[in-house]
């Protein structure tokens, strides 16, 4: 918003003074003695540039403190709701008009993409609801096997109906990505029965691997949403049972600071590569260890992140290849979850 941009755009009024000062000029000379009306003619000229001088100067100060906000704003992509001139120029009249017009269509647009999103996860939860009816049908299966003695294609069975309860629920818990807040119930939770709630649901993958399991000091009661704090736990879990080998070993512990409770996930899998590290909470990032296994769909810790961050509490990895992998949750005490319910 330079001097040279506004007189730019002030060229034909300003075009129009010097042609009628021209015009002026010309009268003068051409209808008295040039001789005796020189100093006259001059000192009008003077007066006249003056005087537009102080007029353009005026103008551009005024035109400047009208739109510098604006035009900043716009600049650093910031809200300009409340930035709209005030004046009653048509080109001010015109700018609010556009805001209240794009205003309108991005709120016809959020609805659009709110009811076709709604759609979405309707659809995908009743999915979720109509799948597991199969999947039971396959529980029962297996059961029935290990009736009749055929206890390793019963073992393999269960396996792959776990696996597919447990992608059949990141699913469920991917649909309601964009509306986490309203699913969410601040409660006081064991932290405890929770941890085992989770073990003995993914049992089979344990058994499986042969997996050596150390549960210690997990008596805390943690402020937190139950059932997302328990997706969070069982995906870490789940990430470990999958990486580590048969015979492999998982230790969860809990420890209280002055500030947090923090729960530890440690396993002696495959560990993490140092170039990974910084990637893991990414959408749809699976890494080394993710194309190796080829089980990876990137997405699982990607929603922990997102939904630890709402709830205010704290995700932190560390790893060394071939060595271990080591993820802890850190709920704080005194974290401000009346937010939550804002976000």
Not at 127 to 133: G, N
Not at 188 to 195: A, G, K, M, N
Not at 196 to 222: A, P, Q, R, T, W
Request: with cysteine; net charge negative.
């Amino acid at each position: 918003m330079t001097v040279f941009k506004y007189l730019k755009d002030s060229y034909r009024p300003i075009l129009f003074f010097f042609l009628m000062l021209l015009i002026i000029d010309l009268i003068l000379i051409s209808s008295t003695d040039i001789n005796k009306s020189f100093l006259d003619i001059f000192y009008l000229n003077l007066l006249f540039l003056t005087l537009s001088l102080i007029f353009l100067a005026t103008g551009y100060v005024r035109w400047r403190n009208t739109y510098k906000e604006l035009k900043r704003a716009i600049e650093f992509e910031e809200n300009i709701d409340s930035l709209a001139p005030g004046g009653n120029k048509l080109e001010e009249i015109l700018i609010r008009d556009l805001i209240d017009l794009k205003n309108k269509e991005k709120l016809r647009e959020i609805e659009e993409l709110k009811k076709n999103l709604d759609e979405i996860n309707d659809y995908i939860t009743r999915w979720v609801h109509e799948i597991k009816i199969p999947l039971s049908v396959c529980e029962l299966m297996a059961e029935k096997m290990e009736y009749e003695g055929r206890h390793d294609l019963s073992k393999e069975l269960r396996q792959e109906v776990d696996r597919i309860n447990f992608l059949v629920n990141q699913v469920l818990h991917m649909s309601k990505a964009s509306s986490y807040s309203q699913d969410f119930i601040v409660e006081e939770v064991d932290l405890s029965t929770l941890v085992k709630d989770v073990v003995k649901n993914n049992m089979n993958s344990f058994i499986s691997k042969k997996i050596d399991l150390e549960i210690d000091n997990l008596d805390f009661n943690i402020l937190t949403d139950r059932k997302w704090a328990y997706y969070i736990i069982e995906q870490i879990i789940n990430n470990a049972c999958k990486y580590v080998d048969v015979h492999g070993k998982i230790k969860i512990h809990g420890e209280e600071t002055d500030e947090s409770i923090i729960l530890s996930i440690w396993d002696n899998g495959m560990g993490i590569p140092q170039k990974d590290m910084d990637r893991v909470f990414d959408r749809g990032f699976t890494g080394e260890n993710g194309r190796r296994t080829s089980k990876s769909t990137g997405m699982g810790l990607y929603i922990c992140k997102k939904v630890a961050d709402q709830l205010n509490f704290k995700i932190e990895v560390a790893s060394k290849v071939s060595k271990y992998t080591e993820f802890k949750i850190i709920f704080y005490k005194l974290s401000d979850y009346l937010m939550v319910t804002k976000m």
